[in-house]
């Protein structure tokens, strides 16, 4: 058995924070912002958290799906900002949908974090172990951005997009992960408080100094580079693997972490730009969110009929990447 998308979902919190806004927190303008991100504006949890907006997600894939809550057997949730840790997003999900058959679990491979979650469903259902499962990406980053960081603070955004799989008879197709630790230092979120009474604390300046480095921190040019260099790298891996050309591929559905990014990715890859849909403009970097909103949007309009092939990929923090073909049914 191979596992197939049967619905999609999203959602965006209602809070609008233009460009223009973040002249209140720092030295910045639209211009600037515009110019090196394509960033226009994003929204921002003000009552919702990651939990509620994976279940308001993960309920709309259902819906789209036509499948009860009640049959699915997992519910994974891949978040890099969790409200909190236990119990796990997955299982506030599972409570608030009603899903009581499914077995629950969170993953964190940052801004590669659903397509990772994605591929780790498909190997379950692969396997013969579950028929139905639900893959949500929901991020808070809003929670965990340094406001006075101007470096950092223009590009994420909140959401959440998720997924509906189910078991089918089909040819499996080959996807790609990987990480580099080594590079680690290049985006970082500490939890400000490892440390225990018998030794040196983890984060001895984090824990010094409350929650000063529990924020995201980045070296932008770094992560720049390596997704520029990486991610046609693993697209061609990833074409390979599975004897497809590039033409084959109707969408190159990429995180949105930047349009420069994306833009570079598609010459680099010899593709038409057209290929490669953006909606960063609209959410910022919504890190593991941003694949499957995009996902749903594309869905929702109709531009992804039965038969056509997809290439989701992620890429971020760790530093990881994850690809997979994804074939519509
Ligand atoms: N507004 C105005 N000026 C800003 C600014 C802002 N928000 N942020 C930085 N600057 C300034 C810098 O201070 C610097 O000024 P200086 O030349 O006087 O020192 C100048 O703009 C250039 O800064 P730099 O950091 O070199 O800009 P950049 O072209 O590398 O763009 C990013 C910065 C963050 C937009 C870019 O590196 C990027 O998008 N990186 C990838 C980040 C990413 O996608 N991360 C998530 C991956 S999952």
Not at 54 to 66: D, I, T, V
Not at 164 to 182: T, W
Request: charged share 20%; glycine share 10%; proline share 3%.
């Amino acid at each position: 058995m191979i596992a197939v998308i049967r619905g999609t979902g999203s959602y965006i919190p209602p809070r609008v924070v233009e460009n223009e806004e973040l002249k209140n927190y720092i030295e910045t303008s639209d211009t600037w912002i515009r110019e090196r991100t394509g960033i226009e504006r994003r929204h921002v949890v003000t009552d919702d958290t990651v939990a509620s907006m994976a279940a308001k997600a993960g309920r709309a894939a259902l819906e789209n799906a036509g499948i009860q809550a009640e049959s699915l057997e997992l519910i994974i949730v891949s978040t890099t900002s969790p409200t909190q840790m236990i119990p796990c997003n997955a299982c506030l999900v599972q409570k608030e949908l009603g899903a009581v058959n499914a077995s629950c679990f969170d993953l964190n491979a940052a801004c590669s974090g659903f397509v990772t979650a994605y591929q780790t469903a498909c190997a379950y259902i692969e396997s013969g172990l579950y028929q139905k499962i639900l893959v949500i990406g929901s991020e808070a980053l809003s929670c965990i951005t340094d406001w006075s960081d101007r470096g950092t603070c223009i590009l994420f955004g909140d959401g959440a997009g998720a997924v509906v799989l189910a078991a089918e008879k089909g040819k499996k197709q080959e996807s790609v992960c990987g990480a580099d630790g080594s590079m680690g230092d290049a985006l970082t979120l500490y939890s400000g408080y490892l440390s225990n009474p018998f030794g040196t604390p983890v984060q001895e300046e984090a824990v010094a100094d409350g929650r000063k480095n529990a924020f995201v921190r980045m070296d932008g040019q770094a992560i720049f580079r390596f997704a520029v260099r990486k991610v046609p790298q693993i697209i061609e891996e990833l074409l390979q693997k599975n004897n497809l050309q590039k033409e084959e591929i109707k969408y190159y559905i990429l995180h949105q972490a930047n349009t420069r990014i994306v833009e570079a990715v598609a010459k680099r890859t010899g593709q038409p730009i057209g290929k490669f849909p953006m909606n960063v403009q609209e959410y910022g970097n919504t890190s593991s969110a941003s694949v499957p909103i995009l996902l749903d949007e594309l869905c929702r309009g109709g531009k992804v009929r039965t038969g056509d092939r997809l290439v989701i990929a992620g890429f971020g923090g760790g530093l990881t990447w994850a690809a997979s073909v994804v074939t519509w049914r």
